[in-house]
């Protein structure tokens, strides 16, 4: 299975800030990477598909990049909506596999 | 719009079989590049994939989890179904259904709300 690592793990930042997640794959996807937000008690819903497509009613301030094995989310100006944790998934290869969330915190 | 939601028992039996329903509504799951899933969620092991189906048939399990899981379509179009044999603690999860879009990438939108398993006598 490929294994997905998002790093930080948690941040705090403020309203405002311009918040940057990475996460890493242990082989090469292309360009097979999903982002995904959840908020406490709900479903994870889909930010970003294949890199840096944003997915429809998605906010502009969320952008996506990145190819092979290292990709990043990027959030340009952080609402306090935008408070959740995020996850990072490949579909390069079956079983899909996702990484283990970035929490972003208020600071 | 699309909708998905979970319904079944949030109590099993350690080697009893998890059995769950995903109703679709706003569409029909035999709509074109339309795959259905199931995965679920745990503190310890995170967002995991359980399998996917295309209506035509084929259908695709985690390796993990493949001798223990049974994915199958209802009928009438709008219900899928969720088996899980001989449970363990280790299963206590929250377990979604999810549209799997496959257009060459796939990614899983929309989910279920989400329905909260445990696994204990």
């Known amino acids: 299975d490929i294994q997905m690592t998002q790093s930080p793990s948690s941040l705090s930042a403020s309203v405002g800030d311009r918040v940057t997640i990475t996460c890493r794959a242990s082989q090469t996807i292309t360009s097979y990477l999903n982002w995904y937000q959840q908020k406490p008690g709900k479903a994870p819903k889909l930010l970003i598909y294949a890199a840096s497509s944003l997915h429809s009613g998605v906010p502009s301030r969320f952008s996506g990049s990145g190819s092979g094995t290292d990709f990043t989310l990027t959030i340009s100006s952080l609402r306090p909506e935008d408070f959740a944790i995020y996850y990072c998934q490949q579909s390069y290869s079956s079983p899909p596999t996702f990484g283990q969330g970035t929490k972003v915190e208020i600071k | 719009h699309l909708q998905l939601q979970e319904s079944g028992p949030g109590l099993v039996k350690p080697s009893e079989t998890l059995s769950l329903t995903c109703t679709v509504s706003g569409g029909f799951i035999s709509g074109s590049n339309s795959y259905w899933a199931w995965l679920r969620q745990s503190p310890g092991k995170g967002l995991e994939w359980i399998g996917s189906?295309?209506?035509?048939?084929?259908?695709y399990y985690n390796p993990s989890l493949k001798s223990r899981v049974t994915i199958a379509v209802d009928m009438s179009e709008t219900q899928f179904s969720l088996k899980l044999t001989s449970v363990t603690a280790a299963d206590t999860a929250i377990y979604y259904c999810?549209?799997?879009?496959?257009?060459?990438?796939?990614?899983?939108?929309?989910w279920g709300q989400g329905t909260l398993v445990t696994v204990s006598s």
């Open positions: 999810a549209k799997h879009v496959d257009t060459g990438a796939h990614w899983f939108d929309p």
């Open positions: 189906f295309y209506y035509s048939g084929s259908i």
